[in-house]
């Protein structure tokens, strides 16, 4: 496994930053990007297929200028669902977000990757009510043996020009910066601390005793592969993870509607204060909270905004809602691309990650934005990057 040094452009979701920020790995990048791009760029993402309802679908154009209602299915699987997930019922939604920038708390980015708004079709479905927390993945830990990514000592094979001394296993861990900084550097508040991992979420001197009920972080994509293997579930696709967190709504701006504060009440764990110097905490919480602290959306689903960042099952590619706009045919069950694009940093293989985190702030990304999309180079988690489990109905096949 080849590991590269990420650069992240202004507005992009500080999930982006790479699991390596040691100095003594400069000039490893471009190394990396190659052997990176050879390992994933021809290669077709594994996904748990999804099956088609017995339901009328509209066969209409499918280019939409502005967003049009939802159309839930009504079938319910008469099988009860697994423990911690809720049916999602599926069906025609309109998919992306627009231009938020002239909104209040709109932030400074133009989602210029989750337009055109197109329209989607997606079967019904479980879905996790909440992140997986650090006492779940304990239990996979336990059962399986497994290791994190976060957790390896990094391979001299796959870093010939690093000093050994440098081969240190860790993540990389948001510290807040000592005043305000210019948010076009995302390394002045990231920093790769040598023994973070899932266990120790801020360092060796951190651990998670007492937080069994966080949000589980620093997940690799690889992570979160085997433990949805092992619960037999998989991850969910960007279509399906939108469209749950929709929860049925037709083109909100947030999972629960157009206000981010409704009555001025709190509805997710995002970061309040000057971004990154101090997080105030307003919200009730500095940093993550546990999971299910503000209240589900329809679909009886939690923290789709905001607290940990959730891997989906497709590639990121910038242009790829446009790609299928172009064809004109209604989407159904879209898998992603093939191959993993992003002009901001070409040839890092990234994943599709959604929701934003407890960091996401309208001074620097926006992406507890329900139709905002984010993306995670895949070998790299954060002390932010977490996700959640999907699963098909066997009714379905
Ligand atoms: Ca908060
Ligand atoms: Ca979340």
Known sequence: MKRETIHVAPGQPPSSASRWRLAAFVSLGTLFVLAATITHRFTKPTIASTHHEARSIPRKPTVTPSYQPTLENTFKPKESGPEGMVWVPG??????CDDPRNCPCGGP?????????????????????????????????QATGYVTVAERVPLKDDFPDALSKNLVAGS???????????????????????????????????????????????????DALAYCKWVGKRLPTEAEWEFAARGGLTGKRYEWGDDFRPGGAWRANTYQGVFPVQDLGQDGYAGLAPVAQFPSNSYGINDMAGNAWEWCSDWYCSDY?????????????????????????????????RGGSFLCTDQYCTRYMVGSRGKGEVTTGTSHVGFRCAKSSTDLK
Do not use: C
Request: proline share 11%; net charge negative.
């Open 91 to 96: 069906g025609e939604f309109s998919m992306g």
């Open 321 to 353: 809602y446009g790609r299928w706009a172009e064809g004109g045919a209604l989407i159904r069950n879209p898998q992603g691309p093939d191959v993993s694009f992003d002009p901001v940093e070409p040839g890092i293989p990234k994943r599709v990650q």
């Open 109 to 141: 980015d133009a989602m210029s990757d989750a337009r055109p708004i197109h329209r989607v079709y997606v079967d019904g479905f479980w879905m996790d009510k909440t992140e997986v927390t650090n006492a779940q993945f304990a239990k996979f830990v």
């Open 172 to 222: 990389t861990v948001f510290e807040p910066s000592p005043g305000r900084v210019p948010l076009d550097n995302h390394y002045r508040w990231w920093t790769y601390v040598p023994g973070a991992n899932w266990r120790h979420p801020e360092g060796p001197q951190s651990h998670v005793e007492g937080r069994e009920h966080y949000p589980v972080v620093h997940i690799a994509f690889e």
